[in-house]
Each structure stands twice: as C-alpha cells, then as structure tokens.
C-alpha cells in the first residue's frame, strides 16, 4: 500500500520518507492512510444544483417557451385521457334522463343537468390532479410534456419535492391563470424563470432529463 509523505513516525518521530511503509530508524509501520469516500455522483449534482440556484444561473431554468411547450403536449394528453370519461358519464345522464319523469316546468331537467355539470367537472379536474400530481411526485419529477422538452420541477434546494408541495403547486395554477394568465406569462421575465404558482410553492422548473 503507499504512503503518503510528510508524517513522523509513531515510535521515534522520525518523519517519513515518500512512499516509505516503515520507519528507516527503527523500523515501525506506519499506519495506513485513511480511505477516501467518493463522494456520489448525484450528491455533487444536487450540490451543483442547489449552488447554482443560489446564483441565479439562468441557463439551469426552463425558459417560458420550454415550459409552454411542455404544457401544451400534457394538455393534450389530458384531454385525450378526458374523452372516455365524458363520453361514459354523457351516455349515464341520457340513461338517468331517459328514465325520469320530468316536470312540466321542467325543475328536474334543471337539477339534473346541474348535477351532471358538476360531477363531470369534478371528476374531470380530479383526472387531470391526478397526473400531474403522479407524475411530478412519483415519476421522474417531470409529465410527459416535460419528458418531451427536457426540463422537471424540483424544490428550490435542486431535490425532490414532497407530495404536498406538489399537490399546492398544481392547486394554485388557476391562480397563475387569472387574470388572462398573467401568473404563467411572468415566468419570462423572473430571474429562475417561476410562474405564480412556482414562487407561491417554492418550486422551480428546471433544465435535464429527457
């Protein structure tokens, strides 16, 4: 095993020559040199990361058009993944209609379509929750959208985000919505690139992983 130079020696502080495994004088071992540690590869990326947020490194953060182009391919998935479920809950209200006697005013038609309205919207956002919320959490950090432009969201640290975080992040995009999505359309002048929803929750959209 070598050495390294510079030490004395245990039992007669004489000083160790390069490379030497024992004393010249009296011929004790020297211990051996104590073992470095790699340091992991992702623990120095997510060092990297998180100096880097700390500086403002605009080219880490996914501009605004990335970003929209990314929401733009989930919206479509979302809307695709959507259609069986409007088509299934339009055919249940017809079944429920077909078999209900409506009023002459027609107050039960009423109700009935307000009933509808509001279960399909909820069932609706509840879908589209559902996929960002699972695919930014327990995925990659990133939707397919965002797998498609090359980018993923991550806690101002460069980590992770927790299952809360995101959940808040995707609750609060109607807020980046109004009005006439002003929230969304600030991320192309901050400095780490955040809609309104990314400063509300502490998250930043970055560059990597596609």
Not at 130 to 146: H, N, P
Request: proline share 7%.
């Amino acid at each position: 095993m070598v050495t390294p130079p510079g030490i004395a020696c245990p039992q007669c502080g004489t000083a160790r020559a390069p490379q030497a495994r024992f004393c010249a004088l009296c011929g004790t071992p020297f211990p051996p040199p104590p073992a470095v540690v790699a340091q992991p590869a992702w623990t120095a990326r997510s060092a990297d990361v998180a100096s880097a947020f700390g500086g403002h490194n605009a080219r880490l953060f996914a501009g605004f058009w990335r970003r929209a182009l990314a929401l733009l391919f989930d919206s479509i998935l979302v809307i695709i993944l959507l259609l069986p479920v409007h088509f299934l809950a339009r055919w249940i209200f017809d079944e429920a209609l077909s078999r209900t006697v409506l009023d002459p005013a027609g107050r039960t038609f009423d109700r009935m379509t307000t009933v509808f309205i509001l279960l399909d919207q909820t069932v609706k956002s509840g879908i589209g929750l559902a996929y960002f919320v699972l695919f930014e959490r327990f995925g990659q950090q990133r939707t397919i959208g965002k797998m498609m432009t090359g980018c993923r969201v991550a806690h101002k640290t460069g980590g992770r985000i927790g299952i809360l975080r995101v959940l808040g992040r995707n609750l609060l995009k109607p807020v980046s919505a109004l009005p006439c999505l002003l929230g969304f359309l600030i991320a192309a002048f901050m400095p780490q690139k955040q809609a309104l929803h990314d400063l509300l929750a502490g998250t930043r959209v970055v560059k990597g992983g596609r």
